[in-house]
């Protein structure tokens, strides 16, 4: 590791200046990080592992920098080759350059996050996050959004479980499904769709415009709503105009869940049993998959790495198409009641996490929809601190549905929504408590 740095990321990544350390010394302040030689620096990040390596080129240049170095690729290629767990085909330094240790540090993280997901051990911090029910949760960018039950979203930090914003609905509406970014929330009200900016306005469409007869779940991408209804149509919401821009006749039964991707492609499922894919620009249906289960379709999920959606019936079974061929690959029954929520981390081809009435979180294989793990919550307490309790997670022998009732309901009480970062889940259980199950890998580390 006597090697100096020459690559371009070096050149351009911000230096500290001679004269700012001689200052330092001078005055008898603490040495910080930038005042460490390239050199040390690129020896205390060959301690990291490659998924936290990732983490770490996203926090400044100067950090980016070194992680794109000449001399920690190499050492990256040799650490890789090295393991019984990489793959042959890793490119030579050669050809190596960020893009492409990019992908490779990001395949080993997927690889980390399926491990951990499967196989390694778990604990469940839970905290009371709000005064009564709360069903619904969504995850981005380190935060968790949480709410319907008692007419307030709230969005918490992952990091400290404190709660950092908070909305409330108007008094005369509940609050029936909601979605969030960066910039604002979008909330579906009884009969109407509500806006909360994040710097505290609120604002409601106008009844000649947000109107409409009944409002089951709605999904929110920039700068559009789509709002599913009981007369079986979806509406589409232009959050500028403020207007709604579009009717959808999407379904003859009343539309439960829906899935509203990037590509502006609209998925629906329904009480029906189906699921209907339209296209806006078009404003026409593309296709109708149908499932076997007459009691409905609860919950969607697509993947648009793989191309594949997944849903969750009444009836306990999960189903997945390939969109690219709209064929039905596999449909398993994972539980003996309904599925309520499956998800997946973006980019993740590998492990889809469900959830139910039974209250156990289980984890398939994408592939072939084979159930690879069972997990619940202990009721013992592991430790306590404020108002957060850590309780240890158990993972189940296997999944026969006879013997779930020998489990105690109080450690599985029914999830009614789930969310999937990194190494972690959090869900929701109609009960004023928020749970974030933590999993930590230790069968493959670089």
């Excluded at 509406?235 to 899935?259: K, V």
Aim: glycine share 6%; charged share 25%.
């Amino acid at each position: 590791m006597s090697k100096r740095f020459t690559s371009a990321a070096e050149k351009t990544a911000p230096q500290p200046s001679t004269a700012a350390v001689q200052r330092n010394k001078r005055h008898g302040t603490p040495t910080t990080i930038l005042s460490l030689d390239l050199d040390i620096l690129c020896t205390i990040f060959s301690f990291l592992d490659m998924f936290d390596t990732v983490r770490c080129s996203l926090v400044c240049k100067f950090w980016n920098g070194i992680v794109w170095s000449r001399t920690l690729r190499e050492f990256y290629e040799r650490k890789v080759n090295d393991s019984s767990s990489s793959s042959s085909s890793f490119p030579s330094s050669s050809e190596l350059n960020e893009r492409t240790l990019g992908r490779v540090l990001r395949n080993v993280a997927m690889n980390q996050h399926r491990l951990a997901l499967q196989k390694g051990v778990f604990h469940v911090d839970l905290w009371r996050g709000h005064s009564t029910r709360v069903a619904q949760c969504r995850m981005k960018k380190g935060m968790v959004g949480t709410g319907v039950g008692d007419k307030v979203i709230r969005l918490w930090s992952l990091d400290s479980y404190k709660c950092i914003e908070e909305y409330s609905t108007p008094e005369t509406f509940p609050l029936v499904d909601f979605d969030f970014d960066e910039s604002k929330i979008v909330g579906l009200i009884g009969t109407r769709l509500c806006i909360w900016r994040r710097n505290g306005k609120r604002s409601i469409f106008p009844s000649n415009e947000g109107k409409f007869g009944k409002g089951l779940c709605m999904r929110y991408i920039d700068h559009e709503a789509v709002v599913g209804c009981d007369d079986g149509t979806v509406r589409i919401f232009d959050m500028y105009s403020r207007s709604c821009s579009q009717i959808i006749r999407m379904h003859g039964a009343p539309i439960t869940c829906l899935f509203f991707g990037e590509d502006q492609l609209i998925l629906s499922g329904s009480i029906s049993g189906s699921i209907t894919i339209s296209d806006p620009s078009s404003v026409k249906q593309v296709t109708t998959l149908r499932s076997n289960d007459i009691r409905g379709i609860r919950t969607l999920c697509f993947n648009p790495s793989s191309q594949l959606l997944f849903a969750g019936s009444s009836f306990g079974y999960a189903y997945c198409w390939d969109l690219r061929t709209r064929r039905q690959l596999w449909d398993k029954r994972v539980s003996p009641s309904v599925v309520y929520s499956l998800h997946h981390l973006q980019n993740d081809t590998s492990t889809l996490a469900v959830g139910g009435i039974d209250g156990i979180l289980r984890f398939l294989n994408q592939d072939d929809g084979k159930i690879v793990s069972c997990c619940i919550m202990e009721n013992k307490f592991q430790s306590s601190s404020g108002s957060i309790q850590r309780r240890k997670g158990r993972r189940l022998p296997d999944d026969t549905f006879e013997n779930i009732q020998t489990i105690p309901t109080t450690a599985r009480p029914s999830i009614t929504c789930l969310a999937v970062g990194m190494k972690k889940i959090v869900t929701t259980h109609n009960t004023n408590d928020i749970r974030l199950w933590k999993f930590k890998d230790n069968t493959f580390r670089l």
